[in-house]
């Protein structure tokens, strides 16, 4: 019972929480997080759409995922229409669309809306993703931009404004501190690191390294630099940094 009443206690704290620079971005009207939350757990009674990369589409029941450093690499599936259990590896996979579980969408914030419509992809299912699916791609890359390339079932958290920089999530990312009610300091600040996809080129991007990227994510658009100098970003503004950009590059 002690147990009980401590999670939902926890969970309530983390739910209503909000750190002390985003009650500054707040006054300031920016510094939201625009990006998708990374999630971890994905349901298993809500349809989950698998789609290979010969253009096969599965649509099924997840029973379970595998990962390395967070990144999934292979599903297993109770088909709907058969009821054959079956695994797919990662490297068979071009997309996946995953609705996560209760608890986590219950816990974590959804994501942002806004009119988008102008920059939607025709390469996603967008009415599938607008319904509150999780879209996943498969991505060929080295995680922490030190171990061998291989392809992983990566989870895009800007989908709604990924026309010209995709961001991925970390799942292992560290966080900063987010100070809740009564005091406690509780998870759920904003993510240390991200993958980030531009041209082509997948990395993985720290807090510390944004200023050295700067240029190489936002240096082909000359409204951006003049209006965001690389001397005045901040790690907290990321997400509003590749919405402005890919609003920016859209009217080129």
């Not at 809500?46 to 450093?69: A, M, N, Q, W, Y």
């Not at 816990?107 to 993703?129: L, P």
């Not at 879209?135 to 026309?163: A, D, G, H, W």
Request: glycine fraction near 6%; charged fraction near 40%.
């Amino acid at each position: 019972m002690k147990t009980k009443f401590l999670l939902i206690t926890l969970s309530l704290i983390t739910f209503l929480g909000y750190s002390q620079e985003e009650k500054k971005d707040k006054k300031e009207g920016n510094g939201k997080d625009l990006f998708d939350k990374v999630y971890n757990r994905y349901s298993g009674k809500k349809k989950s759409i698998v789609v290979l990369k010969d253009g096969t589409r599965i649509e099924g029941f997840k029973k379970d995922v595998d990962r390395k450093k967070g990144q999934i690499y292979y599903i297993k599936l109770k088909e709907e229409k058969s009821g054959k259990k079956i695994k797919l590896d990662s490297d068979e996979i071009k997309e996946m669309y995953l609705y996560p579980s209760g608890f986590e969408k219950f816990t974590k914030s959804w994501r942002h809306v806004y009119d988008v419509r102008q920059w939607e992809r025709s390469d996603m299912d967008n009415d599938v993703i607008n319904q509150g699916y999780i879209y996943f791609k498969n991505q060929k890359v080295s995680l922490k931009n030190r171990k061998k390339e291989k392809e992983y079932m990566m989870q895009l958290i800007n989908p709604t404004f990924s026309k010209y920089i995709e961001v991925f999530g970390d799942p292992n990312a560290k966080e900063t501190t987010k100070l809740g009610a009564f005091g406690f300091n509780v998870a759920g600040g904003l993510a240390k690191s991200y993958y980030v996809k531009k041209d082509g080129k997948i990395f993985w991007l720290r807090k510390k390294d944004l200023d050295d990227k700067y240029e190489e994510l936002f240096g082909d658009c000359k409204e951006f630099m003049e209006k965001n100098p690389v001397k005045k970003i901040k790690w907290r503004y990321f997400s509003q940094y590749v919405l402005d950009y890919t609003k920016m590059k859209a009217k080129e």
